[in-house]
């Protein structure tokens, strides 16, 4: 409980986090980032922290150092796909940490989706049938992602939760920019807009285990897939995987899953 904590992972969740915010758009190419002091004080770390983790985007590519009179540092987007550099982030997660992270994540969404089951009023759903009707309609990747992770936030706070609102976005900045790599694909996108309608639908009819079960089934699918992609040769698109495939482990020598994707 008391041993010294891995400063080089606040280092990496920091790197991740900025990172992810320019691979989604986020913050746009040439923008000045806050002043260092200001921008640790925002994230929760030291300004030697926050130094490591700028130093660790400027070797990505995505920072941009300028010293002396309107100095600072700016965002750079790099030349080249953005989905290869975000399959290159992925591969710096191991399949345990993906797992983990997603029955974090699965427990959260089921939490705040069983809530919101028992807490809400009608008008407090309108925010979410909006975001579903966007990502519907969304055929950026990067859209896509970005109001995914937004229903999973609006559904812990339709459950009244600060805490697990607090969670959802947290989770969102760890994780949000890796789900462009799975929402390319337009079937699995049309089923994730499906199965929010359905989270909807069992919130307003106050079926709260039903609406749990829903959310937890929606993020351990694409965590799965997730998982999938990381495994899968980098030559080879993987198969998708059921939503209960979240163990981590090598599926490369099984038979392709013939079930829903």
């Known amino acids: 409980m008391f041993t010294p904590v891995d400063t080089r992972a606040r280092v990496d969740t920091v790197a991740r986090r900025l990172g992810d915010a320019i691979e989604l758009g986020l913050l746009s190419d040439g923008e000045q980032l806050p002043g260092e002091t200001e921008l640790a004080a925002q994230l929760g770390v030291s300004t030697v922290t926050l130094r490591e983790a700028l130093m660790a985007l400027r070797q990505q590519g995505l920072v941009t150092t300028r010293r002396g009179r309107g100095g600072g540092s700016f965002v750079t987007v790099p030349e080249g796909p953005a989905e290869d550099r975000l399959r290159a982030r992925l591969a710096d997660w191991s399949t345990e940490e993906l797992r983990d992270l997603g029955d974090h994540w699965a427990a959260v969404s089921g939490a705040a989706a069983l ?51 607090r969670e959802e976005v947290a989770l969102q900045a760890e994780l949000g920019a890796l789900l462009v790599l799975v929402l390319d694909d337009t079937a699995y996108h049309a089923s994730v807009a499906d199965r929010h309608r359905s989270v909807i639908s069992a919130v307003q009819d106050e079926a709260d285990e039903r609406a749990r079960m829903l959310a937890e089934q929606c993020v351990r699918e694409s965590v799965g897939r997730l998982i999938a992609l990381r495994l899968a040769p980098a030559t080879r698109a993987p198969e998708p995987r059921p939503e209960e495939d979240t163990d981590g482990q090598d599926h490369r020598a099984r038979p392709p899953h013939r079930g829903r994707p």
């Not at 992602?145 to 697990?164: K, M």
């Open 115 to 165: 809530l919101a089951a028992q807490r809400t009023q009608p008008g407090d759903l309108r925010p979410l049938a909006r975001t579903v009707d966007e990502l519907t309609r969304a055929e950026d990747p990067a859209a896509r992602s970005r109001l995914y992770g937004r229903f999973h936030v609006e559904l812990a706070a339709a459950a009244q939760s600060a805490r697990l609102t």
